[in-house]
């Protein structure tokens, strides 16, 4: 079998040695060389003027409309387009011109049918290019693709593509009962990357179309982008893999092992797993949520498909399993309700006015833009302390999530002086030392001489 390759590839080595300098050699080559030429030359001319008029006419599509983006879209694409199509336009007037003024045979126009089907090619490559430019894939692989694309191209002009094609096609690959040509295997690969690349772009399309709907719940919208996302995928490798003749039954077999490692070794992460689409299906928990998970407190920012993120009001961040959220007891403050009570405490001498008291501490809590007027804030006394009457306000918190310390100390210092304005007492405590008996001071001196 390596003999076998070898004799291939020398062979393969040889013909394409003799076929670029058979085709060199004759003056029809050069005449169809000097004819690309000049297309290529006249079509950077022409799409570079053109292109400068497109970017003007697209300035004037800026606005976030889908009237603006589809023509800014349009204009974007042709400006793209316009090398391709022109050159191959130049070429085929050329060819005209050749032909009737019997400069070369029709059949001696290999080089110009294989000008026209790279222009076609470049076209229909700045066109994907272009509709998939929203994946990130295809951003890193620009260049590296346009690269590639030109190589072929040039190994195409020159005749050693369809041999390089061929030779592939006659190696094989021993793998288990049946042979894999090398070609086969190669266009497989490269079906699973276009069929991956081109799923990630629909599934960034329904993505964007879900982030726009209002209708339906954040939860709900991040439960269908990951199913979105893994069926695109796995339905864009069953197609590649099935359009290149390879036999699916072999996934059954990957199938069964993976059941089995989720059986043993990934039990925790399939529950956690699990336990995410729970937890955003039953909406026991949401992103937003102020919950306590474990003693700790704190904001639901991300809800992965493993774990979940907590930050609290320190900036502190915890990562909880997922399965937590499902097992364990969970205090979720918002739960029904986003907004939360919070209060304060006071106390006035029993000399003062109790009644005006407690209609300064509900006016105080009223003018704040964070305290709920509806239900409104409300105030009460709590008992008789040792040094005066205890008060406590209570209300209604808007946005908990944001903490309520600063809230809670601007109530207290605005009480602190409508209190003072008024003459309402905070009492104190004071202690009376009183000494019983004779008070003796005994000192001690020196008996050293």
Excluded at 10 to 23: L, N, R
Excluded at 384 to 397: C, M, Q
Aim: proline fraction near 2%; glycine fraction near 6%.
């Amino acid at each position: 079998m390596e003999e076998n390759s070898t004799q291939v590839f020398i062979s393969f080595i040889q013909e394409t040695c003799q076929t670029v300098f058979s085709e060199i050699s004759q003056s029809a080559f050069w005449f169809q060389v000097a004819a690309l030429v000049i297309s290529i030359f006249l079509s950077l001319l022409v799409s570079k003027a053109l292109g400068r008029k497109l970017l003007d006419w697209e300035s004037l599509f800026q606005e976030d409309t889908i009237k603006d983006k589809f023509w800014g879209f349009v204009l974007r694409l042709i400006s793209k387009l316009l090398f391709s199509v022109f050159a191959a336009l130049f070429l085929s007037l050329q060819a005209y011109v050749i032909a009737d003024k019997g400069l070369l045979p029709e059949h001696n126009f290999n080089l110009i049918n294989i000008g026209y089907q790279v222009f076609y090619a470049w076209a229909l490559l700045v066109l994907l290019m272009q509709v998939f430019e929203s994946s990130r894939y295809l951003e890193q692989l620009r260049r590296p693709l346009y690269s590639l694309f030109w190589i072929l191209a040039f190994l195409q002009i020159i005749g050693v593509l369809p041999k390089f094609i061929q030779a592939m096609r006659e190696i094989n690959l021993p793998i288990g009962t049946d042979s894999l040509t090398l070609w086969a295997l190669f266009v497989g690969i490269f079906t699973v990357i276009v069929a991956i690349i081109v799923a990630q772009w629909l599934s960034n399309l329904c993505n964007n179309a879900l982030a726009s709907a209002k209708d339906i719940d954040d939860n709900f919208k991040i439960v269908l982008s990951r199913l979105i996302n893994v069926a695109f995928i796995i339905l864009a490798i069953i197609i590649s893999l099935s359009s290149v003749g390879l036999d699916l039954t072999i996934l059954s077999v990957f199938g069964g092992a993976i059941g089995v490692g989720l059986g043993f070794g990934l039990q925790k992460i399939a529950s956690n797993y699990i336990s995410g689409f729970i937890i955003l299906f039953d909406h026991s928990v949401k992103i937003g949520d102020t919950v306590e998970v474990g003693g700790f407190n704190g904001k639901i920012t991300q809800i992965k498909t493993r774990y979940s993120v907590l930050r609290n009001f320190s900036g502190e961040e915890m990562i909880i399993p997922n399965e937590n959220f499902v097992t364990q007891n969970v205090k979720n403050f918002t739960f029904t309700d986003r907004a939360s009570v919070s209060s304060i405490e006071t106390s006035i001498g029993y000399e003062c006015d109790v009644d005006r008291a407690l209609a300064i501490l509900v006016e105080v809590a009223k003018k704040q833009e964070r305290i709920l007027a509806d239900p409104q804030p409300w105030a009460v006394m709590t008992g008789f302390g040792n040094d005066g009457l205890n008060l406590k306000l209570s209300f209604w918190v808007r946005d908990p999530e944001r903490g309520t310390s600063v809230l809670r100390s601007t109530v207290m210092k605005e009480v602190l002086e409508q209190f003072n304005e008024e003459n309402i007492s905070i009492p104190y405590t004071i202690r009376d030392v009183t000494l019983k008996g004779k008070l003796e001071i005994k000192t001690t001196n020196d008996s050293s001489s």
